[in-house]
C-alpha cells in the first residue's frame, strides 16, 4: 500500500496519547461549544469563533468571506496559547473539515507545524480513548503572523487562470452546488468555466472511524476526476473551508502549488464580472 508523501500532515491516537503531557503540543478542538463542553480529548482548547477562522462579516451575513485578518488571528492565537514554535493539533467532529482548515489558515500565516488528528473525534471516540467535560484555559501566548499570498488565490487570479491549460481548478462542492440545483442562496448558480469537480467527503472513509483514505486510493479518486500531478492547482468550494480541506488531501500525497480560493461561491457568484456556466 502507497504512503502519504507527507505522512507528518497527520497524528495518529497513538502519538497523541503518548505525547499528552508535551507542554509544546497545543490540542485545539474545532466543534462548536456546545459539543467541547459535553465531551473532548482531555488537554484540548476550544477554538471559540464560529464562522471557520474568516474575517466578520457585515451585520446579519453569516460569516465573512475571506480569511481572518492577521492581527485578529494573532489575537486568536494568543488565546489558545499557541506561539510560533507550538505544535498545534487540530482535530473536529465533522470528517477534519475544520480541522483542515485550521490547517491551511495556520500555514498561510507561516506556521506550519501542525498535525491533523487522523479521524478526529469520531475516531478517538469509537476507539474508546479517555474525554473530559473540563474546559482548558492555556496561559496567554504570544503569536506572529507571516501572511504567504502565494497560498491565496483572489478572484482576478482565478479569472486569470481558469483557462490556463498549466493551471487546473477544482470544485470541492456536492453534487448538487455543482449542477446548480443548490444555489447556496448565491445570486447566480454555476461552476468555474474549466472545472473539474470532486465532492471533498470522498476523501474521508464512512466507517466510523472517518480516516483519511491510504494514499493509493486518494490518488485514484484525483485522477479519475481529471486532475493531473504537476499542474498548479486552485481549489474552491461555497467559502473556503472544503477548499482547504481539498489542498490538505493534496499536500498530504505530495501535490505542489496549491491555492485556495478563501473567497469561492460566495465571493465569485455574487459579483458580476466573473464567469459561470452549467455546461
Known amino acids: 500500500m502507497a504512503e502519504y508523501a507527507h505522512p507528518e500532515l497527520l497524528a495518529e491516537p497513538d502519538w497523541l496519547a503518548a505525547h499528552f503531557d508535551d507542554p509544546n503540543i497545543r490540542v ?53 496559547g499557541v506561539t510560533n514554535d507550538t505544535l498545534v493539533v487540530p482535530y473536529d467532529d465533522n470528517n477534519h473539515l475544520v480541522a483542515a482548515r ?28 479517555p474525554a473530559t467535560f473540563h474546559a482548558t484555559r492555556p496561559p496567554k501566548a504570544s503569536f506572529t503572523a507571516h501572511p504567504n499570498p502565494a497560498l491565496v488565490a483572489a478572484a482576478d487570479y ?64 484525483l485522477a ?11 481549489t474552491y468550494c461555497q467559502g473556503g473551508i472544503r477548499a482547504a480541506h481539498a489542498a490538505f488531501t493534496m499536500e498530504m500525497l505530495g501535490w505542489e502549488n496549491i491555492r485556495v480560493y478563501d473567497g469561492s461561491m460566495r465571493d465569485w457568484a455574487n459579483r458580476d464580472d466573473t464567469p459561470l456556466t452549467l455546461d
Open 102 to 129: 485550521m490547517w491551511w489558515v495556520l500555514k498561510y500565516y507561516g506556521h506550519t507545524n501542525v498535525k491533523v488528528l487522523n479521524g478526529g473525534w469520531h475516531r478517538w471516540l469509537t476507539e474508546g480513548r
Open 158 to 221: 482565478l479569472k486569470a487562470k481558469h483557462a490556463d491549460p498549466a493551471c487546473q481548478v477544482f470544485d470541492a462542492r456536492t453534487d448538487a452546488e455543482w449542477d446548480g440545483t443548490n444555489d447556496r442562496g448565491n445570486r447566480r448558480i454555476g461552476r468555474v468555466p474549466g472545472a473539474r469537480h470532486l465532492e471533498w467527503l470522498r476523501f474521508v472513509e464512512t466507517a466510523d472511524t472517518r480516516r483519511f483514505l491510504p494514499a493509493d486510493q486518494l490518488e485514484k479518486l
Open 28 to 80: 485545539i478542538d474545532c466543534a462548536v461549544l456546545e459539543a467541547y463542553r459535553r465531551a473532548h480529548i482531555p488537554g484540548a482548547v476550544h477554538l471559540p469563533v464560529h464562522y471557520y477562522i474568516k474575517e466578520d462579516g457585515p451585520p446579519g451575513a453569516d460569516h465573512g468571506t475571506f480569511v481572518m485578518p492577521p492581527k485578529q488571528f494573532e489575537e486568536l492565537m494568543g488565546r489558545l
Open 224 to 234: 479519475e476526476a481529471g486532475f493531473t500531478r504537476g499542474k498548479e492547482t486552485i
